[in-house]
């Protein structure tokens, strides 16, 4: 836990949180410095995608905003963006995850040969694997990246349930 951790109280004080939108908002202008007026949407956007709201000098992920906002305890874990869009902060895509649960919802790599989550080349033909409880599993080897990829998804629906994501 941070020492200056900004408390619910506080939280309410200065922001409003939209759930359909995902949009915090400045319920007060917070200094005659920075030029935040009331009602101005709060945050910025990261070149990773992810939404930053800095409160009292202290700088939070707004997807761990919004939890905190809704239920008023911090997120003992983590919090996972279903649909894989790191600024889409409603509270329909957020859900609590642990790390290994987060990382299985990861967006697929831009360095993939294959373009398709879990199929990569080797020896001339297409294998895919998975990992789970930190190890990776061979599903097999195929002709075509996507009979390969076919397999990724058939695994990650009965290995990672709502935490499979196939692209």
């Known amino acids: 836990m941070r020492r200056s951790q900004v408390t619910h109280e506080r939280l309410l004080d200065v922001l409003r949180y939209d759930p359909v939108s995902g949009n915090f908002y400045w319920r007060v202008a917070t200094s005659n410095k920075s030029r935040i007026k009331a009602g101005a949407i709060a945050g910025r956007t990261k070149p990773d ?13 707004a997807h761990r905003l919004a939890r905190f906002y809704v239920i008023g305890e911090w997120p003992a874990n983590g919090v996972d963006h279903k649909h894989g869009v790191e600024a889409g902060n409603g509270w329909n895509n957020l859900r609590d ?6 990382n299985r919802n990861r967006k697929l790599l831009t ?18 694997r998975i990992c789970t409880n930190g190890r990776r599993q061979y599903l097999g080897s195929f002709a075509s990246p996507e009979a390969a990829h076919a397999a990724y998804v058939a695994a990650g629906a009965v290995l990672h349930g709502e935490f499979a994501r196939t692209a």
Not at 49 to 61: H, P
Not at 121 to 128: D, E, F, L, N, V
């Open 49 to 61: 995608g992810y939404v930053t709201i800095k409160i009292d000098g202290v700088s939070y992920y």
């Open 97 to 102: 995850a642990t790390s290994g649960q987060n």
């Open 111 to 128: 360095s993939s040969w294959s373009g398709l989550k879990g199929a990569s080349k080797y020896r001339g033909r297409w294998r895919a």
